[in-house]
């Protein structure tokens, strides 16, 4: 590998470099945790809050696949597109949701519903990386993940932890683009496992590590003596993070079997479930923004099957986070949102075991804790949930409440490297803006 400053430009080519020298110096990979800590040294752009009591926390429950809206929060009882699911009362006056959603509907009270989501990106990878991003994605330059904003514009509460972590989460729609390494996730692909290689090997003794520590320290010196870069300035000071971040007594946070199986059995024993309660107790040590991914949401065939396995995985483990953060005082302080990047089509696709196909022009998203109102409802669909007809909501405008929550400005203008503008919200022309019917 050339470790030469050029080639440690990019977000991938840095984590690779220290993937490859904490094995080789160290006896660990620290390349998971990578990104994030670094942003609560620059706490970021100072935006005044224009909410009294500011959001901390944002947990974002991605649905990867296209969720099926018409089969879960958006039911219409009596059309012919509806199939055999039944609606279910709720604890919101007046909504009902899936009969597979039977815990999810007693904690409805603290959600907000957005039935009227819509995008024009009905590809998965188009419509996650808008869902992710807010910006189309393009050949010419990676965007920022809405998590890399966030901690850029609003830093974290812990100086250890990075600021964003992303669990079982598409590597390709987390990254932090041209914001850099500094702004990327901690990525945890087994919440059971919590951040890997985070712990010595048993073959280095502590008094080898250490030995170790201070030979890589000494190369690090030389090496930006000889080559005072911005690049490798920056890379020694993300090797430096990712030891503290080992040696912290914060890495608690990611060990689950400090929670009762009790708790742990209530979340549900698969790795959404454990993803959740991750989350919650990564909120209680001051991460910033966490994302929780739950997939195969795309039922193109034999749907009513599909999403039913679905819900049974996400039941669990969203009324669980709800009423944990809610029972621990962390709600008001936390937004959760819950989103997909598209819903499924109105029409019952019998020659594919009765499938659904993708469909960007109306679906749901949750909004919850953050100062949102709960209870409500917002938005609405045609009688087929095929068309949105009141009160669209864009992933612009889904960013911009998000950032609403958290206090930042979303229209503010960061420049790219290349000196282009960029924001929260996503690009000027959609003149999205915050939906700020929804918060008390």
Not at 107 to 132: F, N, P, R
Not at 348 to 354: C, T, Y
């Amino acid at each position: 590998m050339n470790f030469s400053p050029q080639n440690l430009s990019d977000e991938f080519s840095r984590r690779e470099f220290l993937r490859d020298a904490s094995q080789r110096f160290l006896g660990v990979s620290l390349a998971p945790m990578v990104g994030g800590s670094l942003a609560s040294q620059a706490l970021g752009d100072k935006v005044s809050a224009k909410r009294s009591k500011p959001a901390t926390h944002v947990i974002f429950l991605n649905m990867a696949g296209g969720m099926s809206h018409i089969d879960t929060f958006d039911l219409k009882p009596g059309q012919d597109v509806q199939g055999p699911v039944k609606g279910i009362p709720t604890t919101a006056e007046g909504l009902q949701i899936a009969n597979y959603l039977p815990e999810t509907a007693k904690v409805m009270k603290e959600v907000c519903t957005i039935h009227s989501m819509q995008s024009k990106q009905g590809d998965h990878d188009q419509a996650s990386y808008l869902l992710h991003k807010g910006y189309n994605q393009l050949g010419t330059i990676v965007h920022p993940a809405l998590g890399s904003w966030v901690t850029r514009l609003k830093g974290t509460d812990n100086d250890t932890l990075p600021g964003y972590i992303a669990v079982n989460s598409p590597a390709n729609m987390i990254g932090a683009g041209w914001m850099g390494a500094k702004f990327a996730p901690a990525v945890v692909t087994n919440p059971e496992k919590g951040l890997e290689g985070t712990s010595r090997h048993p073959s280095v003794n502590e008094e080898d590590f250490e030995r170790r520590l201070s030979l890589t320290d000494a190369i690090n010196k030389r090496f930006h003596r000889e080559n005072p870069s911005p690049n490798a300035k920056n890379f020694g000071m993300l090797f430096d993070e990712a030891v503290r971040v080992m040696k912290s007594e914060d890495l608690a946070a990611f060990d689950l079997t400090k929670e009762s199986p009790t708790i742990r059995n209530r979340y549900g024993r698969h790795t959404f479930g454990q993803g959740c309660l991750l989350a919650r107790r990564l909120v209680e040590h001051g991460v910033r923004f966490i994302e929780v991914t739950l997939g195969d949401w795309d039922t193109h065939y034999d749907n009513f099957t599909g999403v039913q396995a679905r819900c049974q995985l996400l039941d669990s483990a969203y009324s669980s986070l709800i009423i944990d953060l809610r029972e621990r005082g962390l709600l008001e302080s936390t937004l959760v949102v819950l989103s997909s990047e598209f819903g499924r089509t109105p029409e019952i696709q019998k020659q594919h075991r009765n499938g659904r196909s993708h469909h960007p022009g109306a679906f749901t998203s949750l909004l919850a804790g953050g100062g949102v109102k709960g209870g409500m409802t917002y938005g609405k669909t045609d009688k087929e949930a095929r068309k949105v007809i009141e009160n669209p909501v864009t992933f612009h405008d889904l960013n911009s409440t998000i950032a609403y929550s958290l206090g930042l400005d979303h229209a503010k203008v960061i420049e790219s490297p290349s000196k282009r503008p960029f924001r929260m919200a996503g690009p000027d022309k959609e003149d999205a803006g915050p939906i700020t019917e929804v918060f008390g």
